[in-house]
């Protein structure tokens, strides 16, 4: 099994930048698919970015583009997302979540581990 803590949340106002970590323990990274989904007020859990074991091939939501980089520091077992230029829409908790490999990265339901979230407010 994989433990997943967030950290790195925060108050930014619009434009800045957050960059969110996901410290794991237990298992390792290895063959797992890692990935941050968001969930704002009455919401449901929206994907943001993933990233494979395999090649370490990279997805975003059209709202992450350009502004988001996901990237995975095996040695550390510990993902990140650097976020940019955020914007008030931008405004969740954001969680790590982790699966084994498996055909899909974009939905939530199927990753198996998450972490507790780590709040990202961004004031306009």
């Known amino acids: 099994q994989v433990q997943l803590v967030e950290s790195g949340g925060g108050l930014v106002q619009a434009g800045g930048s957050l960059r969110l970590s996901c410290a794991a323990s237990?298992?390792?990274?290895?063959?797992?698919?890692m990935g941050w989904f968001r969930q704002a007020p009455g919401k449901e859990r929206e994907f943001v970015a993933a990233?494979?074991?395999?090649?370490?091939?990279?997805y975003y939501a059209d709202s992450a583009k350009g502004r988001f980089t996901i990237s995975r520091d095996n040695a550390k077992n510990t993902l990140y997302l650097q976020m940019n230029s955020l914007i008030p829409e931008d405004t969740a908790v954001y969680y790590c979540a982790a699966k084994p490999q498996s055909p899909r990265v974009l939905t939530a339901a199927d990753y198996a581990y998450w972490g507790q979230g780590t709040q990202v407010t961004v004031s306009s």
């Open positions: 237990g298992r390792t990274f290895s063959n797992y698919d």
């Open positions: 990233v494979r074991w395999i090649g370490g091939w990279t």
